[in-house]
């Protein structure tokens, strides 16, 4: 009860929403969100032996089965080095697979194997109902809107990248 007295007295953005208090108060919210939306799952990573980033690399071969290592790189934005050990760790664990390319050989393609995909899934349905409450709560327009500032705080180069995720992987 008390979390929706909260939620409802949380201000609308004035007419001059690019004052610096305001600009702040998004800010504050991107971090503080983002920070509370991790929380969400770090209990079933740590049962799992897994870290945000081992996850992060499960979300999106989820998304795009076949996604390339240079393809995940672009993704994530992390160093080839990190991710190299990511992808060993979760292959050692047969979480995913890996396989030369179609395309080009000298391209490893990812695959999630069976577990790779059970695990995937536990720990997104806890991320999908805290995404779902919220959305609930803020109604369509502000869905929209979330959608949209977000869009816009990518490099216009990555926002194809991003759209392509959303229509390859439903």
Sequence with gaps: MAEENFLSQVPAASALFLREAEV?????YLFFGHAALWRT???RLAENSLGRAHYRAL???ARAPGLTISD???LLGITKQSLGRVVKELEARDLLTTRPGNR???QKELRLTSAGRQIEGAIFTLLRDAMSRAYTHAGQAAVTGF???NEALLPPGD???VARLGREGG
């Design 147 to 149: 959608w949209q500032v």
């Design 24 to 28: 702040r108060r998004g800010i504050e």
């Design 41 to 43: 799952i770090d209990a």
């Design 59 to 61: 979300y999106f071969i």
């Design 104 to 106: 080009d050989r000298r």
């Design 72 to 74: 995940l790189l672009a």
């Design 159 to 161: 926002r194809g990248r």
